[in-house]
């Protein structure tokens, strides 16, 4: 469920901060549609192995226009970059609900 809360929590921070802060209006768009799309694959990847690696593609794509959008102010580029960094972090580092056991997660080991 933290894995669910952290991507929620991130997409809806990047959707505020694309009204509050200083994005254009395509910078605004982009990243409301992004938000948007970075919630529902993080609010559905738990259930779908492999999931998870689509919003790595979507980190990367948030960080690329953060440089080449050019109507987006300062803090709004840093804001975009900071969480481009925290959802590829989660998509990249593998949770509990991915599947995957730790040795130490095995009984008798």
């Not at 580092?93 to 056991?101: A, L």
């Amino acid at each position: 469920m933290r894995f669910i809360a952290w991507h929620m929590a991130l997409a809806g921070w990047l959707l505020f901060s694309s009204f509050a802060l200083g994005y254009g209006q395509n910078g605004l768009a982009f990243t409301a549609l992004l938000a948007v799309v970075i919630g529902t694959i993080g609010f559905a990847s738990p259930g779908l192995r492999g999931l998870r690696y689509v919003n790595t593609v979507l980190a990367v794509v948030l960080a690329v226009t953060a440089f080449t959008i050019t109507d987006m102010e300062w803090p709004a580029r840093i804001n975009s970059l900071v969480v481009a960094l925290a959802v590829f972090a989660l998509s990249v580092i593998p949770g509990r609900s991915s599947g995957i056991e730790l040795a130490e997660d095995k009984p008798g080991t």
